[in-house]
């Protein structure tokens, strides 16, 4: 069974750090294309990063260009996204995501992030 | 970057009956679109992708159509797990940029 779990979510104030985990079982991690997504309140998805399987390939969206770091750990299973100088408009859930030619067949539950003074 | 917009916002359906959602992409997509359902505090599930394919375990009540910039989601005959949000993601294009609709509420009537 395929299995992705996220973790390290929180309440953090504004400029501050937080770095997520996900953790993945039930398939071969580095087979995959591995990807962040996160849902603010009320609000659609909205992709945030791409890893290549090997890690030679990553992708971000615009608004977090030079604020977050997407990276992985074949040999632990493990995904990562590292979110430095946080903003009020990072709030949302954040879900990690198993890629197949762009669409995003498995999710994980997702971990909040809250960013507040 | 390429919007997408779906429409109604709400739709109101009785149970056994058809629902039709629609998709719009600011340009053209081709067949580069997703279809995804979302229950309250769940991850959203993979229901359709390439416009008109269903994913793994997806029923047959469940299907999509529509290339280039139109694009629908239909449900034949609504069950009762079948009320939630849908959203809409095309992947056209490289390097990615992926974008999603903001979802449709299908709701009992």
């Known amino acids: 069974e395929v299995q992705l779990v996220e973790s390290g979510g929180g309440l953090v104030q504004p400029g501050g750090s937080l770095r997520l985990s996900c953790e993945v079982s039930?398939?071969?991690?580095?087979?995959?294309?591995m990807t962040w997504l996160r849902q603010a309140p009320g609000k659609g998805p909205e992709w945030v990063a791409t890893?290549?399987?090997?890690?030679?390939?990553?992708y971000f969206v615009d608004s977090v260009k030079g604020r977050f770091t997407i990276s992985r750990d074949n040999a632990k299973n493990s995904l990562y996204l590292q979110m430095n100088s946080l903003r009020a408009e990072d709030t949302a859930v954040y879900y990690c995501?198993?890629?197949?030619?762009?669409?995003?067949?498995?999710w994980g539950q997702g971990t909040l992030v809250t960013v507040s003074p | 970057e390429t919007v997408m917009t779906q429409s109604p916002a709400t739709l109101s359906v009785s149970p056994g009956e058809r629902a039709t959602l629609s998709c719009r992409a600011s340009?053209?997509?081709?067949?580069?679109l997703a279809w995804y359902q979302q229950k309250p505090g769940q991850a959203p599930r993979l229901l359709i992708y390439d416009a008109s394919t269903r994913a793994t375990g997806i029923p047959a009540r469940f299907s999509g159509g529509g290339s280039g910039t139109d694009f629908t989601l239909t449900i034949s005959s609504l069950q009762s797990e079948d009320f939630a949000v849908y959203y809409c993601?095309?992947?056209?294009?490289?390097?990615?940029?992926?974008?999603f609709g903001q979802g449709t509420k299908l709701e009992i009537k």
């Open positions: 995501a198993r890629e197949a030619h762009s669409k995003f067949e498995y």
């Open positions: 890893i290549a399987h090997d890690g030679s390939n990553i």
């Open positions: 993601q095309q992947y056209n294009g490289w390097p990615p940029l992926y974008t």
């Open positions: 039930g398939f071969i991690f580095s087979s995959y294309w």
């Open positions: 340009q053209s997509v081709s067949t580069k």
